[in-house]
């Protein structure tokens, strides 16, 4: 993984909210001999935060 960028967006549509999550990534491999496997994958945890009184 050579670069990584993220944004995020909330979207408020009458009483819905959404979460708009945009993940940009660039991935280089490299090899003389055998092969070469450049991964862009990306795990991506949401968390609700409790209301506070």
Known sequence: MVHTKTKSYTYK???NTFLVIKIFQTAV?????????ASNA???KVFKKDKKR
């Open 13 to 15: 549509v009458g009483k």
């Open 29 to 37: 491999a490299k090899t003389r001999n055998g092969n070469a496997l």
């Open 42 to 44: 990306a795990n991506v």
